[in-house]
């Protein structure tokens, strides 16, 4: 792989919580390095709200956020993608499409607190450990020294980085 930029593509089942909460730290930690993006296989059509109150209360810019098809990375325009994580485990099952250049993937899931219950201070708990969890992981991603490394050894590093047990927190 050269040493440029890398398109990285999150995707989930409803492109409203995990990937969105995704893209945003890829661009933010990434920065000059990586170029991030999310998709859903089944797109909600809107970003959950709690979402864009912890991006913003972390200081990110949330314009870009949007809930949108994965189709929208397949087509002629779509940008070339050198990276394709899932983060949910729905998305993981699913027949995902052809992605032109056959871009590296791998699965990141991580619990949806989208789906939590209980008082509004254990609903925000889970919402920020997902974004703990994501943070940790494409940090970790990130300082991998990616074009040094073979396809063979990426991989190897991808597939450990999503199999990586999070601690929650108690």
Wanted: hydrophobic share 35%; charged share 20%.
């Amino acid at each position: 792989m050269a040493d440029s930029t890398y398109n990285v593509l999150f995707l989930c089942t409803g492109n409203s919580t995990r990937s969105i909460i995704a893209e945003a730290i890829m661009n933010r930690v990434g920065q000059g390095k990586f170029k991030a993006y999310s998709a859903g296989s089944s797109p909600s059509g809107k970003v959950n709200p709690r979402v864009i109150r912890l991006l913003k209360t972390l200081n990110y810019d949330t314009s870009f956020a949007r809930s949108k098809p994965w189709d929208e990375f397949t087509g002629p325009d779509a940008p070339y993608l050198d990276f394709v994580f899932t983060v949910c485990d729905n998305a993981a099952g699913e027949v995902c499409p052809v992605w032109p250049g056959q871009p590296m993937t791998a699965h990141w899931g991580v619990p949806d607190p989208s789906a939590a219950t209980g008082t509004e201070a254990e609903i925000n708990l889970a919402l920020m450990d997902t974004y703990r969890m994501l943070n940790n992981r494409i940090s970790i991603f990130t300082s991998l020294p990616i074009s040094s490394l073979d396809k063979l050894s990426l991989q190897k590093h991808l597939d450990e980085i999503g199999s990586q047990r999070d601690k929650v927190k108690s």
